[in-house]
């Protein structure tokens, strides 16, 4: 079994047969036809599609010159023909699948037999695309030292502007049955060049390095630039296509791969093999990398609210739980005070039950919530009062036993909450009025807990609260997350995003509450906010708008300061908070402390509206 990733061994299936629908391409005729003919060549097994049309096949002495071994993770070595056809859809390069450590050096030339095959990192309904290689080969090295086929250069004038072609509706949307244009998209770029050796030359870091040494740059510096260095995700069709994942073929207790924050460069020349896995797609692995050029990015402070003005703010602490070292608990408060500036009311998302991912039944979380709160007034903060509702034991997904539930922390010298027959998991606050006004029936109360749309999800989190006198609603959310969407590189154009069936479902029970209140006081001040885990774009952010209940606060901001969140190298948003008509006049910030940093204490950056009731 073959793994695209040291930390995928256990994730991922090689998949040599019985591939999914649209995976195969060419005949058995075909194929037949090329094993009997002429030397088999690398541009022979790699075809003009995404499937080899000797899939299969066993193929002998295919030569090549060594480019790459990769002795830990996914084991193996790359090969490339230098006497290259003159068709630019065929790759010249394949990995070869040795399972245990190769004993090929790079410069070797080779010649190679084994099976050729389409291994698909994630297993078949991950839905990405396939790796060709060769795998259970015999290896016979014909001379050593020789010169690496030159590198392909990967730049901003090779990669194309469109990023793929559209899926055949004959194969279920894929796109492996289609012949490649590397010069019209830019994923057919990369796959015809799957297995090469290539090169980029200085770039900017749009993907802080991870715990698993990789980061992310793009070869297109001009494209969708974020105010602060990254690349804005903005649409659906702003793929960004210049983004690549960066590896090193070095272990890196060898070499340690170098850390750097999204507007750093990447200097000077990185190459080797391009290869393709399961957390991200096409994923340069550096024989040789560059120097990373530190930039000047340092973490946001928001502006302090004024006197009249209440602060707002919304921040996913990423399953908090008192087994956290105490640095954690530290640098979260640190941020709550000084980046955030100590806002009024502040919701919070992934607080975990009291012992963690112990899964023993515990649903409270006022250990963790103390330790938190005693952590901000040792930094200088308020002395916070929480209100929460305990979850059902494993009733709201996230980590198995941790429980996670939103949480409302206030800052009682500003604002007063208002305690309404506090609710329960399974009670569903109403709305009604009282002395004329609209008011809540569990304050605090959770949003429609029994409609399926919460299922294994967390329920939205609802209560009143007082600033001068005029009340606001706060309604605190945690949608259900992407996971089991496809990613932007899947087989299938436009990816599937199954995720988003939920997510609508429950931007719709969310917007229903919310007209409600405005049905009781079409004047009232609601705010929902969290972790919407979907763009300012999407179908979940247009039905939680729906009817003009509610705007999507973030879209105040310039596009190029519109994002809570970077993944695979896009910045772009997950965290919203969205104001109800009366909210005219506000300000916002999207508090960018974490997600362009390395250095983490959080996946996500807070945000923070301040506006006069």
């Known amino acids: 079994m073959r793994s695209s990733h040291p930390r995928s061994a256990a994730v991922a299936a090689l998949v040599a047969t019985a591939l999914a629908t649209g995976l195969l391409a060419g005949s058995a005729d075909a194929a037949e036809g090329a094993v009997s003919a002429d030397p088999i060549r690398i541009h022979d097994i790699q075809g003009t599609t995404r499937i080899s049309p000797l899939n299969g096949k066993q193929v002998t002495d295919v030569e090549g010159i060594v480019t790459g071994v990769r002795a830990y993770g996914s084991r193996g070595f790359w090969i490339q023909d230098p006497n290259a056809d003159d068709n630019d859809a065929t790759s010249e390069g394949v990995f070869v699948f040795t399972n245990a ?96 050796n290539v090169k980029i030359g200085t770039s900017r870091v749009v993907g802080a390095t991870d715990p698993y040494s990789e980061l992310w740059v793009t070869v297109k510096g001009w494209e969708n630039t974020a105010k602060r260095g990254g690349t804005i995700y903005g649409s659906y069709e702003s793929q960004n296509t210049g983004r690549l994942q960066i590896q090193q073929l070095a272990p890196v207790a060898q070499q340690p791969f170098p850390v750097a924050n999204v507007g750093d460069r990447l200097t000077g020349t990185t190459e080797g093999p391009l290869d393709f896995n399961q957390f991200g797609g096409y994923t340069l692995v550096a024989r040789t990398l560059g120097t990373v050029k530190a930039g000047t990015l340092a973490p946001e402070k928001t502006k302090p609210q004024a006197e009249q003005e209440l602060a707002v703010a919304t921040y996913n602490v990423e399953n908090l739980d008192p087994t956290d070292p105490q640095e954690k608990f530290d640098a979260l408060a640190k941020a709550v005070v000084e980046n955030l500036a100590s806002p009024d009311v502040l919701a919070l998302e992934e607080i975990q039950d009291d012992n963690g991912a112990k899964n023993d039944g515990t649903v409270s979380a006022e250990q963790t919530l103390a330790k938190f709160t005693a952590a901000i007034s040792a930094a200088g903060g308020p002395a916070y009062q929480w209100r929460t509702i305990n979850p059902e034991d494993k009733k709201d997904g996230g980590e198995p036993g941790g429980n996670i539930r939103q949480v409302f922390l206030f800052n009682p010298a500003r604002v007063s909450f208002t305690e309404r027959a506090p609710g329960d998991a399974v009670t569903a606050t109403g709305v009604t009025k009282v002395n004329g006004k609209a008011a809540l029936t569990h304050s605090p109360g959770r949003v429609d807990p029994a409609n399926p749309a919460w299922a294994d999800s967390r329920k939205p989190l609802a209560g009143e609260f007082v600033f001068r006198g005029k009340t606001v609603f706060v309604i605190a959310n945690h949608f259900g997350s992407k996971g089991g969407d496809e990613g932007l590189t ?124």
């Open 101 to 196: 450590v190769p004993t090929v050096a790079a410069g070797d030339a080779v010649k190679v037999s084994g099976t050729v095959g389409e291994y698909i990192p994630g297993g078949v309904n991950s839905g990405n695309q396939s790796v060709t290689q060769i795998s259970k080969p015999t290896v016979a090295v014909v001379s050593s030292g020789n010169a690496l086929p030159e590198a392909t250069a990967i730049n901003e004038y090779s990669v194309p502007a469109e990023y793929a072609p559209a899926g055949d509706p004959a194969a279920a949307g894929s796109i492996n049955g289609l012949t490649l244009e590397p010069s019209r998209y830019a994923l057919d770029h990369y796959e015809s060049l799957e297995g090469m």
């Open 490 to 613: 899947s087989h299938h154009q436009p990816p599937v995003r199954s995720s988003e069936t939920k997510r609508l479902l429950q931007a719709q029970a969310v917007n229903g509450f919310v007209k409600q209140l405005l049905a009781e006081d079409k004047n009232a001040n609601v705010l929902v906010l969290g972790d919407i885990n979907d763009f300012e774009f999407s179908a979940t952010t247009d039905a939680l708008a729906d009817g003009g209940a509610l705007y999507p606060a973030i879209k105040s901001l310039p596009k190029a300061e519109r994002y809570s969140y970077v993944y695979q190298g896009n910045a772009q948003v997950l965290d919203q908070i969205l104001t109800s008509p009366a909210i005219k006049k506000f300000t916002y910030d999207s508090v960018h402390i974490n997600a362009e940093f390395a250095a983490q204490n959080s996946d996500h950056d807070p945000q923070v509206l301040r506006f006069r009731p």
